[in-house]
């Protein structure tokens, strides 16, 4: 293996070259575009062969990958924020067609007010959209990951679109030494062949088309049960990925020192490697402190999040987004999936981390310890770390 | 044997559930018959979409695409990047998408796909109204026409803007071949496609479509409208390729616009007036299209 050293959007290109991606349609958006600028390096000094089309438009990235993909070719695309949003009609689309696209994402907050900074408010929005969502906490995480992304959209039992999730600057454009598998090894993980589902001119067939209520509601059902049965293929790729290149990384959802944790404190990103130091310092002070990273969000870790809670207090959760529900989207699936769990552990949220706030390890040090104190009736949100408490914030002329 | 003057062979089933009389079911016909099996379909969302009948049926015999209302240029942009990644060299990737479709929300992945010189046909079927939600104002809908959004109940809240021009649009983006089609001439309608298929790069095909829901008239005047269109020089017949206009059907007499206004109901609300005025406009876009035939020649893409 070759150590290169790179950021995680240069992570990104070296994937999709990795994968051999046939199809590649891009628009560019902060802080995705070294992505972009990349394959288009690998494309022309021939080392990629990819049809790379520069579209008017993410909206139009997001089609020539639908289209390419109903032919069968692989493609590969990535954006941030804004291009997401508006991306997120054809999202349905890639996912009711069972569209193995493989979509880098660089969390970006959503404007208005203008940001560039990190948040997950534009990848947590597409959440019902039927993409499969890892989030990753580092470069190496990034490459190795959209690699078992491919081979997970492409199972024939799933054929769902895949989102890869970076967060914008702390992964995306921060260097860091990367192993880059050896091609002949990546060739034989996910090997290149077009599935028999695809348009073909010997057999005409028509992809799409409308359905009555006599047969759509099946059709979804067919599409959720491959999101469940998803679970298990993740974790297959991640085990199978971890033999052939020896990293995998702990499934849906990696656990850090919570055997025998009395409070475990859920991450999501790049604040989880903040947050394992973190869980250190304070075991060295005699606090049992773990941490679960929900490394995948879409299916979500429903059984994982109800074996953690078995032994612990209290789960704290920390989300970078904000959905306008009762609290956090992660916070509410949690909560939703613990419901019917027989050992309810106190919970609470952590609003924090929006629009690229540092999330620092005095941060996460002040949420573990509030989450150490928590009793039951306490409040369960909180948005944690406001510079003016709301009750000083004025409308000034 | 009987003789045809357009290919024979039928790649649209009959048995779909198009209105009778509808012009975009001749047009999807006529075109499939000048590009043959070999071709690849993309349909977002419009009248045909749903005329080509519920999944798993389909009315047509080559592989079809169904997709999003604004994506038809990034659709067939798709299409041939995947067929020229996995080496099919001998296929035809066409759109066929309505005039809202293609003018309104879908110009902007129209617009890419053209100035990208996509190797692909995009097909405008033009009933001149959005027809699949119920008869609404696009913006190829003609001046002074009457539809659901334009209600024409009183003076002024007919259509007052007048018809977009999409082949000055696509022209003016350097494309290698654009043509005028009308359902009521075959023989031209075919040999325009056939001609379009020979080509590389983008094409445009815009289809003079008469629909008798949406225009107000009875089915079986369908063909005597498209070919009243073209007489009256309301739809005039022309290609552009290279930037050269060339018109393809010059009406000896043209017949006057009344003609072809009166027969339908969504303008029966017309006034002398109006209709008089809708003459004048008509006779100077057909002056300026000779205009252009003869500038183009020498001066190719001469509207820049
Ligand atoms: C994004 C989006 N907006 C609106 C619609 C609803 N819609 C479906 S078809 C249609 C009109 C299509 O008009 P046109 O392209 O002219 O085709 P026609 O129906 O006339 O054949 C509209 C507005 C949609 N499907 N998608
Ligand atoms: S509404 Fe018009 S275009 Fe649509 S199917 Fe009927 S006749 Fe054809
Ligand atoms: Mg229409």
Redesign the pocket.
């Known amino acids: 293996m070759a150590k290169v050293v790179m950021t995680g959007n240069y992570a990104q290109s070296y994937a999709s070259k990795l994968a051999r991606a046939q199809v590649v349609a891009a628009y560019p958006i902060t802080p995705q575009t070294s992505i972009v600028e990349k394959i288009a390096d690998f494309v022309s000094s021939g080392e990629m062969e990819t049809q790379f089309i520069k579209v008017e438009s993410e909206h139009s990235a997001m089609q020539v990958c639908i289209s390419a993909a109903a032919l069968g070719a692989r493609s590969y695309t990535a954006t941030s924020s804004q291009g997401l949003l508006l991306m997120h009609e054809l999202l349905f689309w890639a996912a009711g067609q069972r569209a193995p696209i493989i979509m880098g994402i660089i969390n970006r907050a959503v404007a208005p007010p203008w940001s560039i900074w990190t948040d997950h408010t534009d990848s947590m929005a597409q959440r019902d959209t039927g993409w499969i969502q890892y989030y990753c906490e580092s470069n190496q995480e990034v490459l190795d990951t959209v690699l078992q992304a491919y081979k997970v959209a492409e199972d024939p039992e799933i054929r769902l679109p895949v989102m890869v999730m970076e967060d914008a600057f702390y992964l995306s454009h921060t260097i860091e030494a990367v192993d880059v598998p050896p091609q002949g090894a990546v060739d034989a993980y996910i090997p290149l062949k077009r599935s028999p589902w695809v348009l073909d001119i010997e057999k005409p067939t028509r992809m799409g088309s409308f359905m009555g209520p006599d047969i759509y509601m099946e059709y979804r059902y067919i599409v959720a049960k491959a999101m469940q049965e998803s679970r298990k293929v993740i974790v297959e790729a991640d085990e199978d990925y971890g033999r052939r290149f020896g990293r995998s990384y702990g499934g849906l959802l990696p656990t850090y020192r919570c055997d025998d944790a009395d409070v475990v404190l859920l991450t999501i990103g790049t604040a989880s490697c903040t947050a394992k130091e973190v869980v250190d310092e304070l075991r060295k002070e005699g606090k049992k402190v773990g941490l679960a990273r929900m490394r995948v969000f879409r299916p979500f870790p429903e059984e994982e999040i109800a074996r953690l809670a078995s032994s612990v207090r209290a789960i704290g959760v920390v989300d970078r987004s904000w959905g306008f529900g009762y609290a956090g989207t992660m916070f509410t699936e949690v909560a939703g999936a613990l419901y019917k769990s027989k050992s309810k552990p106190l919970m609470k949220d952590y609003i924090t981390g929006i629009g690229g706030r540092d999330i620092t390890p005095q941060v996460l040090r002040g949420i573990y310890l509030d989450l150490l104190k928590v009793r039951e009736g306490d409040e369960e949100m909180e948005w944690w770390g406001l510079r003016r408490p709301e009750k000083e914030v004025k409308h000034n002329a | 044997m009987p003789r045809f003057s357009i290919p024979e062979q039928e790649l649209v089933y009959s048995g779909h559930v198009a209105c009778p009389g509808c012009g975009?079911g001749l047009a999807i016909r006529y075109m499939l018959k000048a590009l043959g099996p070999r071709t690849i379909v993309s349909i977002p969302a419009?009248?045909w979409a749903i005329t080509s009948g519920p999944f798993p049926r389909t009315a047509l015999k080559v592989p079809t695409l169904d997709t999003a209302f604004e994506t038809t240029g990034a659709s067939i942009s798709g299409l041939r990047a995947a067929l020229d990644a996995l080496g099919m060299k001998d296929i035809t990737v066409v759109g066929y998408a309505?005039?809202?479709?293609t003018a309104d929300i879908g110009i902007q992945a129209l617009s890419g796909m053209i100035e990208r010189n996509t190797d692909a046909i995009y097909f405008m079927?033009?009933?001149?109204?959005?027809?699949?939600t119920g008869i609404q104002r696009?913006s190829?809908t003609p001046f002074g026409a009457w539809t659901t959004t334009t209600p024409a109940d009183m003076d002024g809240t007919w259509k007052t803007e007048p018809k977009k021009s999409m082949m000055a649009i696509v022209v003016a983006h350097k494309i290698p071949y654009a043509a005028t089609v009308s359902i009521g001439f075959p023989e031209d309608f075919v040999r325009k496609v056939e001609r379009a298929k020979s080509i590389k790069g983008s094409r445009f095909i815009h289809a003079f479509c008469p629909?008798p829901p949406?225009w107000k008239y009875s089915p079986e005047n369908t063909i005597k409208l498209a070919k009243l269109g073209v007489n009256t020089n309301v739809f005039p017949l022309y290609e552009v390729e290279n930037g050269v206009y060339k018109i393809t059907m010059k009406p000896s007499k043209p017949r006057p616009v009344k003609e072809y206004l009166g027969t339908q109901g969504r303008f029966k609300h017309l006034t002398d007036e109006m209709i008089a005025q809708i003459q004048e406009r008509t006779d100077k876009t057909w002056n300026n299209l000779l205009a252009l035939e003869g500038f183009s020649k020498e001066h190719p893409y001469c509207g820049l």
Request: glycine content about 26%; hydrophobic content about 15%.
């Open positions: 975009g419009c009248c309505g005039d809202g479709g079927y033009d009933n001149e109204a959005y027809m699949n696009s190829a629909c949406g």
